[in-house]
Each structure stands twice: as structure tokens, then as C-alpha cells.
């Protein structure tokens, strides 16, 4: 029989552990060790029977277990502590407390998902569990950041393997009132609630859950209410679940819906309104479109108030391909923000901000990355190498100026130390080197560390991911159909004391799942080395509408299933947070070899390496900038004239004379001399131990820990981002917007002066027959402003390197002086250059806005330049 009615019954606590609610309801409990290691310690079996969610862990207690718990002074005590410091966590002034005023008193993050714990599903990759670090790297900083996000209603997918080796989605339904989530409520006890008009007279309603990250308040709309009709309910069901209007519902809600939850959560709670705002890639962008209309209600106008809401707003783009970004037909967008999304807000302004009207967009298309952009004075990618490449994708908003000159910087991404090092890994690190418990392992002390013991620590993780492995193989051969009695062999799948190689990732095309299998005889002679065996542990999911990176998955599954290398090779369905706690420090080298440069980042490498192990990657994301030849191997990538046919035989060529000739034999300890930027033999001693090897542990440990921190990345966004767009928005709005007003009118000036403006003739004074390094000359220039005051432009000798074709390279920037008014518009400015390079050399000249309230000279895109 069916249920005709369902609801969830919550724990009562007795009084002298109610402090396991507290606990629970934390998610700080999911990088706090110690707080983890007390609900695993209450009932193991049944610890990881719920998947080590505590909350689900006390919803299986009944009440005579519950006594029991309250009668046992031990676990009485240890709740006391463990509440206090939490507590003491929650108030105690941190890093971001010893700032000046200059600070931001509260931070919006937006993101579509959030990946804070495998018991939290609400993340499908690597822009979730970035978001999710990010959150938690705040919380530890003492950074006031309020996250928001959606409550999707299944999460993304449960992956399982059919028996022919088929991706299979399910979508289990989740309950709200079972997860670390309250309803943020009005003083009535009523559900606070955010509505959205729809087309056809429709509503579109969501409630509030939070979610407690530590110090960090998560919000996360939910459409599933008594109110809303079936399509509406729908809406928040599932993670990238649709397309189309599906799409579109679900970012007018995280952006334009999530502003108004931030209103709500403030007007309840009495914290401060959010002064900077940060949209985690284009999905929140209609986040600045609520903001516009707010402050077009309290009577700016559509300039004014587009102004003042880019002042405090930072975008951080997370894709180097175009085809990666949320893009709607301008007429779809329309059609929803008529039915009253933005009353009083001009349609077709809101539609300027998306559109792609620069060469080689379509004018018809309405791009949220594009709106991103345009509606934050500040913006990223997540590595240096990203950041670049993001210049030249978004170069034709900022046409006129060179490529690096495009307002776009980055932030390098890192991940949250507490949450992916493996307890052993830093408890070894602080009892080997004198810390205490409490303290965070000094990483700059890893090369302090005894070699024999390092190895013993890497062989240990590399059984305990061994025996999980086992376990999940078995599972996933059941799913597929398979009998027990087919199944004695995964016991013996994996050995110990074989190089372990990972690869997990999401698997869309350009990350190359299937790069190892280009020669497959080859790769199985590398898993059967009879001296340098190697064995590789995979996972990913396809996204379920991606047929061919679903064709990908079972390429690779059927090649495992050999009977002659199932034991060296294995396919992991269902990768989580869960899995990846054991697979990052359980193996010994983590294999990354996308397409370059379409790889934003990449922090799985990063989880890898702060537990030991080294990376083998292409020179793409993070790894561009941070391999430095001790810390792992660089796979070659092949040149650009190469076809896509021949650039995947030459890389997979180099991957596997890599692993081959250099991976493995140092691994083994079969070196004769070590490679690159070591010194010395790197045979193994007679204690087993491979010196070299185990030299590169250390290393990696000591120069990468900090580098890919996430405390580390939070700190450069606060200094970098935060601080100044706190600056600008209070600037903005202080003396009724005056600052916000004075911009607008002098942008309107500009963009309505600037065709007036010619660069009329250049001179250069000065220069010697033959030049050398330390000469300087004059450049003169005659001005035509027009209308335009001198004070409202810098005119610029742009300088550098040149090419055969006049193109300058490596350029630098010299603002010339007013030098004289020549009347009716005309002026002379002049200033000296100096030759601080050899070599070919050249100059132009040009002209910017120049305003205090600017971040930048190109970021009106606005710029002439001398004929």
C-alpha cells in the first residue's frame, strides 16, 4: 500500500547531548576531523550505512539508544567540548577581523551549485566543489560571505554501469527536512517566501533553506511549495537537469529570486546587507538586474543604477570554451522578463547587457557570460593561463585594444586543505615534526621528513584506497548483473605495492577520458610491466544528455572488463565527494590530459598533491603555472598545425613514453641518474625506499601546500576583488548616489563625444641615428577632443617589442602631459620614452577615458587610436 500522506519526524536530543544537533546541523563537522571522528566513534556500522551524514546518523537512534548516549559520561563530555568549540570557532575574531575598515561588512556569493558534502549532493564537478571550498575557506578566514544557490530537488545524477558498460542515471529524490538545512522563517513562524512573476499571469514561489558552512550562512531556493503549479514545482528539480525555458526559470531565480533571499535573510536575521557581490560564473548574472531594479524604484535612473551596481560587483568566468556558456535567444528572455521580472526596468536595456553585438556574435542571442561581464567593474578567470585565454574569448567587448589589455584578471583556484588531506597525511606531518595536535602541519617543513616513513605512509593510503576500490568494484559488477560467483577475482583486484595512477574528472570530451587507450597494446603492456607494473583507478560522469562522452565511458569500461588487465585497470561509477576522499591520497600520480588551453583550471591535481601525490598533466590550468619540474612531469603538447587525429597520437605517444621511461622506473627505484632538476642517483637503497621519488613527495608537499590553498585563493580575492569593490560601491553611493550619477553623466559624455576624437599627427623628437639602451626621446602629439576636456582622457604612448608585421609585443604604457591648448579643441601633449631593450622597437599613440571611478582604461571600451 501506497502512503496518502508523508512527513518527517525529527529527532528530540535528550538535554545533555542536544548539543548533537548543533553538531550535526554544522557542516563544519565535514572538514572538522575531530567532530567527524565523534559521530563515526557513536555507531560505526551504522555511520557508514548513512553515508556518514550525521544527521541522518542521530534519525537512527531511537529513544532508548538516545538514553543511553545521554547516560554515558563520555559521550556527555565530548559533545560538551566538542559544542564549545565550535562555539569558540563560530566568534572568535580570525584573519578577516584584522583588517581595516576598508573591508566589505558582508560578501554575496552566487553559484548554481555547491559542493560542501557527498551528504549535501547539490554539486555535479569541479565549479561546485570550488564554490564549496570557497565557502569553507571564508568560514576558516573569518571572510562574512553569504552564499547562495538552489535547492535542486534530486541533485544531479546517481551514475550505475548497464551490462554492456552504458552510463544509467537515476535521480533519487531528496528530502529537505532529512539534510543539515533549516527554513529560514519569518518572526510568525511562517516560511519566508520569494516570488517571481511568470508569463500567462503565473507566479513562480521558492522557499529558503539554510545551510550553516561553518561561520558561512548558504541560501539555497527551493520551488518545490504548495503554490506553485506542477511546471513551476518543477523548476528547482534537478542540477543542469533542462534547457531551454527550464534553463533560463532556473537562473531567473538563482540571480534575480536570490537577491530578493538576501533581502529576506537580512530584513529576518538583522545582519548586514551585502555590500559586494560575486557571480560564480554567468548562471547568477540576472542577480544584477534585481539589484538595477531596486535601485531604479528608489529613483535612479537606468544609467545611474547600472553604475552603481557595477561598482560592487565582481565576475569570475570558469570556461575557456564558448560552447560551455549559457546562451538564450534574446526573444526567450524577453518574452519572461515582460511578464513583470523587472517592472519599470526597460526590456531592452536588460537585453543590451547579453547581447552579443561585437564581431563574430550573434546579435540575436542574449549571452549570460556577456552580461556577467558588463555588469561587473571587476572580473577573473580561476589561473593565469585562463585568465589569458579569457582576454582573447571576450576580446570583442573591449574592441580597439590589444588582447592583454582586456579587463579580465585572474585568481589561481585552490581547495580546501582540511577538507581533501587525508587525516593520516597530516597527522603524520604534525607528529613528525613536533606540531601541535591543533595546529595546521607546516608544510614548509616537509622536507624535514624521514624518507622511510613518508613511504610507509604512501603505501598505507594506497591499501586503504585498494580495499575501497575492491568494494565499489564488486558493487558496480552486481549492478551490471553479474553472480557472486563471477566475482572472486575483485578480491585480488589492485596490488599494493604497484604505482597507482587517478583519473577523475568529468568526462565531456575535451578532457580526453580515452586519451590512454589511442594505443592499447601499449597500455596493457604498461599495466603487465613484468618489472615497472602500473595500475589505473578511473572515474567520472557524462553528462546525461552528452552521447559521446558517454561513448567515451564505455570505450574505457570495456577495455577494463579484459580479464588480462581487469586487475590493473578499473572504472569507478558513481564518483562523489565520498570517493574522492580515498582516491586522492591513495594514489601515487594523478593523470590530467585535456585538450590545452581548455582546461579553466583544474584543482583535482591540486587535492592530489597536498596529500603526496605528484601530477601528470598537460601545461594547462593550475599546472601551467605551478609544475616545476620536481613536482611531477609535463606532457608535451603536440603543435598547432597538427589535426586533432595526429595531435591524440602525439600526446598519448609522449604519455606513455612518460609513464614508461620515467614515471615508473622512478617509482620502482630503477633510475640510474635522477631526471630533471635533481641531483644525484635515485636507485632505492636497500630498505626499499625510492630516495627520488620520495624527494619529490617532500618537495610537492612543502612548495604546493600553500600555493593551492583555498585559504590562500580567498585571500587574493578579498585584497584584490572584495576590498576595491567595496571602495567603488561605497563611492557609488554615498550623498544619495552622487558618485554613481557623476559616472553615469560622464559616461554618457564620453560615448556620446567620442567619434569627435582624432589623433591628428605624431612626432618623434629626439631619437639618434643609432639607438641604444638608456636613450630617451620625445613623442609629440596633436589632439582633436572636440567637445571632450583634456581632464576626462589620458593620451598614451603605448610602447614595446615589434614585430616583422608592426605589431607590438610586451608592451608598456606612458601617459603624455597636456602640453598646450592650440585652441578650438586642439591640443598638444608630449612625453619622454625611454629605450630599455634591444632589439627591434616601436610606439603608437592613443586615446582612453580617463576617470578616478574607472578600474581600468579599457573599461568603457572606448579607445582611438593614431592612424
Known amino acids: 500500500m501506497k502512503a496518502i500522506r508523508r512527513f518527517t519526524v525529527r529527532t528530540v536530543l535528550p538535554e545533555s547531548i542536544s548539543g548533537l544537533g548543533t553538531l550535526a546541523a554544522n557542516l563544519r563537522w565535514s572538514w572538522h576531523e575531530p567532530t567527524a571522528r565523534f559521530f563515526r566513534e557513536l555507531d560505526p556500522e551504522t555511520w557508514a550505512a548513512v553515508r556518514e551524514d550525521p544527521v541522518a546518523l542521530l534519525g537512527t537512534f531511537d529513544r532508548a539508544r538516545l538514553d543511553a548516549l545521554a547516560a554515558d559520561e563520555r559521550v556527555v563530555e565530548g559533545v560538551g567540548r566538542l559544542t564549545a568549540e565550535l562555539r569558540d570557532y563560530l566568534t572568535e575574531p580570525r584573519w578577516y577581523q584584522g583588517l581595516d575598515g576598508s573591508a566589505p561588512q558582508a560578501i554575496a556569493y552566487f553559484s548554481p551549485e555547491y559542493g560542501i558534502t557527498a551528504a549535501l549532493p547539490q554539486y555535479s564537478g569541479g565549479l561546485g566543489i570550488l564554490a564549496g571550498d570557497h565557502l569553507k575557506a571564508a568560514s576558516d578566514l573569518g571572510v562574512p560571505i553569504i552564499g547562495v544557490g538552489l535547492l535542486y ?60 558552512v561553518g561561520r558561512v550562512p548558504l541560501l539555497l531556493l527551493d520551488a518545490d511549495v504548495p503554490g506553485n503549479d506542477d511546471a513551476a514545482r518543477a523548476i528547482t528539480d534537478r542540477l543542469y537537469g533542462g534547457g531551454g525555458d527550464h534553463r533560463l526559470q532556473q537562473e531567473l531565480l ?63 568566468t570558469h570556461t575557456p570554451v564558448p560552447a560551455g556558456i549559457d546562451r538564450f535567444e534574446s526573444l526567450q528572455v524577453a518574452h519572461f522578463l515582460r511578464a513583470g521580472l523587472a517592472p519599470g526596468v526597460p526590456t531592452e536595456d536588460i537585453l543590451s547587457l547579453g547581447r552579443e553585438d561585437y564581431a563574430g556574435g550573434d546579435p540575436a542571442t542574449f549571452n549570460m557570460a556577456v552580461m556577467g561581464l558588463r555588469l561587473a567593474q571587476r572580473a577573473n578567470g580561476v589561473a593565469k593561463l585562463h585568465g589569458r585565454v579569457s582576454r582573447g574569448m571576450f576580446a570583442g567587448l573591449w574592441a580597439g585594444f590589444d588582447t592583454e589589455e582586456v579587463p579580465i584578471g585572474s585568481v589561481t583556484n585552490g581547495v580546501h586543505v582540511p577538507t581533501w588531506v587525508d587525516p ?108 615497472r607494473p602500473i595500475q589505473l583507478v578511473i572515474a567520472g560522469k557524462s553528462h546525461p544528455a552528452d552521447e559521446a562522452g558517454k561513448k567515451m565511458i564505455q570505450d574505457l569500461v570495456r577495455f577494463t572488463d579484459d580479464p588480462a588487465v581487469r586487475h590493473r585497470i578499473v572504472f569507478l561509477p558513481n564518483y562523489d565527494m565520498r570517493m574522492a576522499r580515498t582516491l586522492f591520497p591513495g594514489c601515487d600520480v594523478w593523470l590530467n590530459n585535456p585538450l590545452r588551453p581548455l582546461e579553466a583550471c583544474g584543482t583535482s591535481g591540486m587535492k592530489a598533491a597536498i596529500n603526496g601525490a605528484l601530477n601528470l598533466s598537460v ?52 633510475e640510474e641518474t635522477a631526471g630533471a632538476g635533481a641531483a644525484g642517483p635515485s636507485q632505492e637503497t636497500g630498505d626499499g625506499v625510492p630516495r627520488q621519488w620520495v624527494r619529490m613527495i617532500k618537495h610537492t608537499l612543502a612548495e604546493l601546500g600553500p600555493k593551492v590553498s583555498a585559504e590562500r585563493m580567498v585571500q587574493d580575492y578579498v585584497n584584490g576583488l572584495y576590498v576595491p569593490a567595496a571602495g567603488s560601491g561605497r563611492a557609488a553611493t554615498r550623498g544619495d548616489f552622487a558618485g554613481a ?12 563625444a567620442w567619434s569627435d576624437i582624432v589623433v591628428e599627427h605624431v612626432d618623434s623628437v629626439g631619437i639618434a641615428e643609432e639607438p641604444r639602451i638608456g636613450d630617451e626621446f620625445r613623442v609629440n602629439t596633436y589632439i582633436r577632443l572636440g567637445g571632450v576636456e583634456p581632464s576626462d582622457v589620458a593620451v598614451q604612448a603605448v610602447h614595446g617589442s615589434v614585430s616583422e608585421s608592426d605589431e607590438l609585443t610586451g608592451t608598456s604604457v606612458t601617459d603624455l602631459s597636456l ?17 630599455e631593450r634591444p632589439g627591434a622597437f616601436g610606439y603608437g599613440v592613443r586615446v582612453v577615458p580617463r576617470h578616478a571611478s574607472l578600474a581600468s582604461d579599457a573599461e568603457l571600451g572606448l579607445v582611438t587610436n593614431a592612424g
Open 153 to 212: 530537488e534530486a541533485g544531479y545524477f546517481k551514475q550505475s554501469l548497464s551490462r554492456d558498460a552504458w552510463q544509467q542515471e537515476t535521480y533519487p529524490v531528496l528530502d529537505p527536512h532529512g539534510l543539515p538545512l533549516t527554513m529560514l522563517r519569518e518572526d510568525d513562524g511562517a516560511p519566508a517566501m520569494v516570488t517571481l512573476p511568470l508569463p500567462d499571469g503565473r507566479h513562480l514561489r521558492a522557499h529558503i533553506w539554510r545551510a550553516d
Open 254 to 316: 538563482l540571480g534575480m529570486g536570490g537577491v530578493k533571499a538576501l533581502r529576506a535573510y537580512s530584513r529576518i536575521t538583522g545582519n548586514p546587507a551585502p555590500e559586494v557581490f560575486h557571480t560564480n560564473e554567468g548562471h547568477a548574472g540576472f542577480l544584477g538586474v534585481e539589484r538595477i531594479r531596486e535601485l531604479m524604484d528608489a529613483g535612479l535612473g537606468w544609467s545611474e543604477a547600472l553604475t552603481a551596481v557595477r561598482s560592487s560587483t565582481v565576475f569570475t
Open 424 to 531: 593520516q597525511v597530516a597527522e603524520f606531518v604534525r607528529g613528525s615534526l613536533g606540531s601541535s595536535a591543533a595546529a595546521e602541519p607546516d608544510w614548509s617543513r616537509a622536507d624535514e621528513l624521514p624518507d622511510e616513513d613518508v613511504w610507509a605512509l604512501r603505501r598505507r593510503l594506497r591499501s586503504q584506497l585498494i580495499a575501497d576500490v575492491r568494494e565499489r568494484l564488486r558493487s558496480s559488477w552486481l549492478k551490471r548483473g553479474a553472480a557472486e560467483s563471477e566475482l572472486a577475482w575483485t578480491n585480488g583486484a589492485l596490488d599494493p605495492d604497484v604505482l597507482t595512477i587517478g583519473f577523475a574528472r568529468r568526462v565531456p570530451t575535451y578532457k580526453r577520458l580515452t586519451l590512454m587507450l589511442r594505443d592499447p597494446a601499449r597500455l596493457k603492456a604498461l599495466l603487465l610491466h613484468p618489472e
Open 619 to 670: 601545461m594547462d590550468g593550475w599546472w601551467d603555472e605551478m609544475y616545476d619540474g620536481d613536482n611531477g612531469w609535463a606532457i608535451p603538447t603536440a603543435p598547432a598545425s597538427a589535426s586533432p587525429e595526429e595531435r591524440d597520437d602525439i600526446e598519448a605517444a609522449a604519455l606513455y613514453a612518460l609513464i614508461e621511461n620515467s614515471v615508473a622506473p622512478r617509482f620502482y627505484g630503477h
Open 741 to 752: 550619477r557623476e559616472l553615469a553623466g560622464f559616461t554618457r559624455r564620453m560615448r556620446s
Open 819 to 835: 602640453a598646450e591648448n592650440l585652441g578650438e579643441g586642439r591640443y598638444l601633449f608630449s612625453g619622454k620614452l625611454h629605450l
